[in-house]
């Protein structure tokens, strides 16, 4: 009987056993760091796409909404708006937390879209926006970077607007005014007023001014006042004068430039709207209104403007078509706010998104428990 033996092939196979490498364990640092990366990542998705927390720094929009209220911001209600500007330290806006120093590089711009949204901005509903023109700081920014405001949108793209006496009407109808509307009025005292009796008016540090006294003694106020509080005051001991503020501008220009000498705050207008597909003859008049926002927020890489002409991509024509829709913004305090009367009219791809509700709000005249206006925590946005 004879053996065969086969290559690879053994009369006593063996068990081969397999080691695997012990796993290394993660340092605590490791697992912060991680934990750290992940949640930034899923909070700068959520702040991009979804919503975003906002807080009132004026009091440009009393009494819908307080100076020291947290917002609630709906991005999908217009639908979010892709980032123009990428290269930007996440979670921040304009600077790093608690600096000057800018926290973003504009190295790279890309061009910017908007995702599908619930639907359009609607006349009369408050709106959260990167403002065109900055009055206040002249820094030259990318579009998303520009400063956020909130503001109502009194006309849409299409409307006429226009200011009598300070009530405003569109496309020849008086706007329903929000309630608790406030105007600036001169009041006159018998004496400084006390914190007791300006508590009783319901007035915070952002609605008086206390503009000095005359020789006999008598305080002269500058007032933000409701129509109730105008009526409070007329009635209180220590009045001896109400009466309407001057028109004033403020020092700053109104928009268009053309209309300072004509056009007031209180008695502007009419101003056309334009919507995205309406079309303009060219003439000085048109540009004198229009002409900027065709050069910076259209979408032209070239536009030339000389003596009533206008050049794009070097091609002369004789009238223009808008690519997107424009809207009016105005404050609630229409004496205490620099909005679209100063700056123009706000592009659509400025339009950030929707006031849902108040979150939080602080009351920086308050003491104790009632630094925080309990009473204002979830409250809706109107």
Not at 94 to 117: A, M, N
Request: proline residues 7%; glycine residues 8%.
């Amino acid at each position: 009987m004879c053996n065969y033996s086969q290559r690879g092939v053994t009369n006593s196979p063996k068990r081969i056993l397999m080691r695997s490498k012990p796993a290394v364990k993660k340092t605590k640092f490791q697992e912060w760091r991680e934990s750290i990366v992940f949640a930034v990542v899923v909070a700068t998705l959520f702040r991009w796409s979804l919503a975003e927390a906002f807080v009132i720094p004026t009091g440009s929009m009393e009494n819908s909404m307080l100076v020291g209220d947290y917002l609630w911001v709906s991005k999908i209600h217009y639908g979010s708006r892709t980032p123009r500007t990428p290269l930007q330290i996440p979670l921040t806006h304009q600077k790093i937390w608690g600096t000057e120093i800018p926290s973003y590089l504009d190295w790279i711009e890309l061009p910017s879209y908007r995702l599908p949204g619930l639907r359009k901005v609607k006349r009369g509903e408050p709106v959260v926006f990167n403002t065109p023109k900055d009055l206040l700081d002249p820094t030259e920014r990318p579009a998303d970077l520009k400063t956020y405001l909130v503001k109502r949108c009194v006309a849409i793209g299409g409307d006429v607007v226009q200011i009598k006496n300070q009530q405003v009407y569109v496309n020849g109808e008086p706007m329903i005014n929000p309630p608790g509307m406030k105007f600036r009025y001169q009041v006159v005292t018998k004496e400084e007023l006390q914190p007791r009796a300006l508590d009783r008016l319901g007035l915070d540090s952002e609605d008086f001014w206390l503009l000095g006294k005359t020789n006999d003694g008598k305080a002269v106020y500058s007032m933000l006042l409701t129509q109730e509080q105008v009526e409070a005051v007329n009635t209180a001991p220590y009045k001896v004068s109400v009466s309407a503020a001057s028109d004033d501008q403020g020092g700053f220009p109104l928009f268009p430039a053309m209309m300072n000498n004509t056009w007031t705050l209180n008695n502007y207008g009419p101003l056309t709207i334009p919507h995205k597909g309406m079309t303009i003859p060219v003439n000085d008049s048109t540009l004198n209104f229009y002409g900027e926002f065709i050069e910076k927020y259209e979408g032209h890489s070239s536009v030339k403007i000389t003596n009533g002409t206008l050049e794009i991509a070097g091609n002369p024509t004789n009238q223009y078509t808008f690519r997107q829709d424009y809207y009016f913004m105005m404050g609630d305090s229409r004496d205490n706010s620099i909005d679209s009367r100063y700056w123009g009219l706000v592009p659509e791809d400025h339009i950030l998104g929707k006031p849902l509700f108040i979150w939080f709000s602080v009351n920086k005249d308050g003491k104790w428990l009632n630094k925080i206006r309990w009473e204002r925590l979830g409250k809706m946005i109107e």
